[in-house]
């Protein structure tokens, strides 16, 4: 495994990023993700955010499509919401599918994706200009640097009695945005701060980066995390496709 452990911090860390895949809506951009303020309620956070500005990154096409796709996929043992109804009018959920879609236009619901999704946004590759660390969360020893770090936190807050990945890959914001919380504040044993985050999908795959974008935080210009000009998500787009299947989801 790439990386060492720092002497300071206990945490996995390791600097192996480079360049990394997103999907964004063209009208904010690769590089203007939503800033979340101290205080508010982190239920609908994004897994590693933290006061301020978190980029998410991936290290291919499949998995930033899984990442985002992911609300839009059927639950376990479900069928498509509209399958009675292609049922009753006699059509094969394929045709009545593209009746629905043709009517209701810009709707989108679990079980498919209508064409204004592929419209309003953008594949893009991100480059980081330097080079830094990156704490690897579900590393071993980063898992026992937070747990001697905020433990006692962890357990008299949110009632946790160990800290695993089934906690760091879950739902529970609240205890994975305060995970990345102590981790965005560490000093690492060669002074410098982490970069992010760099966890595995949930959904399988590979890697990928929460990116702190320290100097918007501040006020400042001169981010070292830039991007491409974006290209436009075909329904040819053959990760698209694959993440699709997996997921149930019908493309329009």
Not at 80 to 85: G, I, S, V
Not at 141 to 169: K, R, Y
Request: proline letters at 4%.
């Amino acid at each position: 495994m790439s990386g060492r452990k720092c002497t300071k911090t206990g945490l996995w860390i390791t600097d192996d990023f480079r360049t990394g895949c997103r999907i964004a809506t063209t009208n904010r951009g690769p590089l203007d993700p939503p800033e979340r303020l101290a205080g508010d309620d982190p239920a609908d956070w994004n897994r590693y955010d933290t006061p301020g500005s978190t980029l998410y990154i991936s290290a291919d096409e499949e998995i930033a499509f899984a990442e985002v796709l992911s609300g839009y996929a059927l639950t376990l043992g479900a069928k498509h919401p509209l399958q009675k109804d292609a049922d009753f009018m006699g059509m094969s959920l394929d045709v009545y599918l593209r009746s629905v879609i043709a009517e209701w236009g810009n709707h989108v619901g679990p079980g498919f994706l209508a064409k204004h999704w592929r419209d309003r946004r953008s594949i893009y590759e991100l480059t980081l200009g330097s080079t830094g660390w990156w704490v690897d969360v579900g590393h071993p020893d980063s898992i026992a640097a937070v747990s001697a770090g905020i433990g006692t936190q962890l357990h008299g807050e949110l009632g946790l009695t160990q800290l695993s990945l089934g906690v760091l890959h879950g739902e529970d914001r609240a205890a994975t945005t305060m995970v990345a919380a102590w981790i965005r504040k560490q000093i690492l044993d060669d002074g410098s701060l982490p970069l992010g985050i760099r966890f595995k999908s949930k959904h399988g795959g590979g890697d990928c980066w929460a990116y702190w974008l320290r100097r918007r935080d501040d006020g400042l210009d001169g981010d070292e995390m830039t991007s491409d000009d974006g290209a436009p998500i075909s329904t040819r787009n053959t990760a698209l496709q694959t993440v699709a299947g997996r997921f149930g989801i019908k493309i329009w």
